[in-house]
């Protein structure tokens, strides 16, 4: 008796004592970008597609909510959704993607915003995607990010793709 209550009072003080969600105050931005994927890539290695200068709107999201830029405290990605406007896309074919914040001075340094892994063989009609919790403020020039997309296909890509990403960012406040 004495072990079923030290037991039921150990889970519930890690009930009380548990992770807590992120309380920080923060804005939501969702954007939409367009990209084309061609048809015949191999599954042998990533295939990576690169859209520059994406406009963020960020100084008029801060300036709706009458904040400057002093007053964030980082960037970083919220959701994000792939699918295709025309259809007939078959995402099982893509084993995982990635999508990344891309400096605009160093090509190299860059940060995934969000990912998924393990795509399910089952035909899908879009991707929900993970967020990669990155913080990417440093990647902002000019209210402008690049923006770089990594695929890696299960098999030979036999149609061309064209795909939309609805996506949004979150600016945590100071």
Same mark, same amino acid.
């Given at each position: 008796? /004495?072990?079923?209550?030290?037991?039921?009072? !150990?889970?519930? %003080?890690?009930?009380?004592? +548990?992770?807590?969600? &992120?309380?920080?105050?923060?804005?939501? #931005?969702?954007l939409n970008?367009?990209?084309?994927?061609?048809?015949? !890539? @191999? @599954? $042998?290695?990533?295939?990576?597609?690169?859209?520059?200068?994406?406009?963020?709107?960020?100084?008029?999201?801060?300036?709706?909510?009458? !904040?400057?830029? =002093?007053?964030? &405290?980082?960037?970083?990605?919220?959701?994000? #959704?792939?699918?295709?406007?025309? +259809?007939?896309?078959?995402?099982?074919?893509?084993?995982? *993607?990635?999508?990344?914040?891309?400096?605009?001075?160093? /090509? @190299? @340094?860059? /940060?995934?915003?969000?990912?998924l892994e393990? $795509?399910?063989?089952?035909?899908? &009609?879009?991707? /929900?995607?993970?967020?990669?919790?990155? &913080?990417?403020?440093?990647?902002?020039?000019?209210?402008? %990010?690049?923006?770089?997309? #990594?695929?890696?296909?299960?098999?030979? =890509?036999? %149609?061309?793709?064209?795909?939309?990403?609805?996506?949004?960012? !979150? *600016?945590?406040?100071?």
């Amino acid at each position: 008796m /004495k072990r079923t209550v030290f037991i039921l009072l !150990l889970g519930w %003080l890690f009930a009380l004592t +548990g992770c807590t969600g &992120d309380d920080r105050e923060y804005i939501e #931005r969702k954007l939409n970008l367009s990209f084309n994927v061609p048809a015949g !890539l @191999n @599954n $042998i290695e990533s295939h990576y597609f690169r859209i520059d200068d994406v406009y963020l709107f960020l100084d008029e999201t801060l300036e709706i909510n009458k !904040l400057d830029t =002093s007053s964030i &405290d980082e960037i970083s990605g919220g959701s994000a #959704r792939l699918f295709s406007r025309l +259809g007939g896309v078959d995402f099982s074919d893509i084993e995982r *993607i990635s999508i990344f914040a891309v400096s605009q001075t160093d /090509k @190299n @340094n860059r /940060k995934e915003m969000f990912y998924l892994e393990e $795509i399910p063989l089952r035909n899908l &009609d879009e991707l /929900k995607l993970l967020n990669g919790l990155a &913080d990417f403020s440093e990647f902002i020039e000019d209210n402008r %990010l690049d923006i770089e997309v #990594r695929i890696q296909f299960r098999r030979f =890509s036999t %149609l061309s793709m064209q795909l939309d990403l609805d996506f949004s960012y !979150l *600016i945590f406040k100071k």
